[in-house]
């Protein structure tokens, strides 16, 4: 399908704000992508536009049910001056994954890749180029068919947005402080927890309020039946150093299957290093922490990369990990898939896609 491209006059373009500064997705690139969904025609005109707000019909059925789904991936500007994508097959097909838990209808992968790229194509001048610096991109689907009746709608929009970021944290790479909670949770085997629904984020803020009003950047969510086994956190997936292995939660059903925490996976399989994915207590970890034996905690995800824990809060208690400072995994993780990404270290695995 062709992507016709509707481009902003120069002089109507925003101001872009300086790199050095840019939060996490406070500003907005000059367009956007759409495409629409009918039943009779599928998805058709497949367009990028000036960016502006959309249309809704206060009937939208995702106003209403929340079917609505997201991607987050990023473009990095290499020193090379060249702009590469990170594993966007990877988000294609997440896309479609959420999408069809939610019996919304799903995207070529090529034509998911090509939107992305065409545009970022388009928007190079906002892929930022200070270090740690990209071009966020949240590709996004909704439900827009005005009715009231709850079953799946038969109309729906695909945009792609844009927005210039630095680190998701305040802390940037330093070591985050986490709350574990076992008054919330966050998803039950067989609900949407392995979706990027955004619903999942909605059930989520109560508890990261909490969390953030006592001095914590994000919560650790345990398992809704027993609340024993650790999921993951608010936006990332979790890693534990134990002296012998490197563990994480598996693909149960109620955690996000991260890009960051595949390509963690992978490397660390590479390197030799022993890596189970396996269900595991939270009281496995603070005996660990307590015995010395767990030796480093890291978060993994898009927008945070790689987030060093250095405290864990449970039941009143602080458990710092490392002495609070980051270890030299989380770094070596860290150092080589950013190095992957901005185009300084070799791709073996052919992980980047490149802006031409
Ligand atoms: C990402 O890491 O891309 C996410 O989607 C997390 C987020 C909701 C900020």
Same mark, same amino acid.
């Given at each position: 399908m062709e992507i016709e491209i509707y481009s902003l006059p120069a002089e109507e373009r925003k101001t872009k704000p300086h790199p050095s500064n840019l939060g996490f997705g406070q500003h907005f690139t000059d367009h956007m992508f759409l495409m629409n969904y009918t039943?009779?025609? %599928? @998805?058709? &005109?497949?367009r990028i536009v000036p960016y502006q707000p959309i249309q809704l019909d206060p009937a939208a059925l995702v106003l209403h049910y929340a079917q609505a789904v997201f991607e987050g991936l990023k473009a990095y500007h290499g020193q090379d001056g060249k702009i590469r994508l990170f594993r966007p097959d990877m988000n294609a097909r997440r896309l479609n994954a959420s999408a069809e838990r939610l019996c919304m209808p799903t995207i070529e992968p090529d034509l998911f890749i090509e939107a992305v790229k065409t545009l970022v194509r388009l928007e #190079?001048? @906002?892929?930022?180029? /200070? =270090? %740690? /610096?990209s071009l966020y991109i949240r590709p996004t689907m909704i439900a827009t068919e005005?009715?009231? %009746?709850v079953r799946p709608a038969l109309e729906y929009l695909f945009f792609i947005i844009a927005s210039p970021v +630095?680190? *998701? *944290?305040? =802390?940037g790479f330093n070591p985050v402080k986490i709350m574990v909670t076992?008054? *919330?949770? !966050?998803a039950v085997p067989g +609900?949407?927890? &392995?979706? #990027? /629904?955004a619903a999942n984020y909605a059930a989520s803020l109560k508890a990261a309020q909490e969390a953030q009003t006592q001095g914590y950047s994000q919560v650790l969510w345990l398992d809704a !039946? =027993?609340? !024993?086994f650790v999921e993951e956190v608010g936006t990332m997936n979790i890693f534990f150093l134990f002296k012998e292995a490197l563990v994480t939660p598996p693909l149960? +059903?109620?955690i996000l299957p991260g890009v960051t925490r595949d390509s963690v996976i992978c490397l660390a399989r590479e390197w030799g290093i022993e890596i189970q994915e396996r269900p595991i207590t939270i009281n496995e970890i603070l005996e660990g922490l307590e015995k010395g034996e767990v030796l480093e905690i890291f978060g993994t995800g898009t927008a945070a990369v790689i987030s060093p824990v250095g405290l864990l809060h449970y039941k009143g208690k602080d458990y710092t990990i490392n002495q609070g400072e980051t270890g030299p995994l989380a770094e070596r993780f860290f150092q080589e898939i950013t190095g992957i990404q901005y185009g300084t270290r070799p791709d073996p695995s052919g992980w980047t896609v490149l802006v031409d």
């Open positions: 039943q009779d025609r %599928g @998805w058709d &005109h497949p #190079k001048g @906002w892929v930022p180029q /200070a =270090e %740690g /610096a005005p009715a009231l %009746g +630095g680190a *998701y *944290y305040k =802390e076992d008054k *919330y949770v !966050r +609900g949407i927890g &392995h979706t #990027k /629904a !039946r =027993e609340k !024993r149960s +059903g109620s």
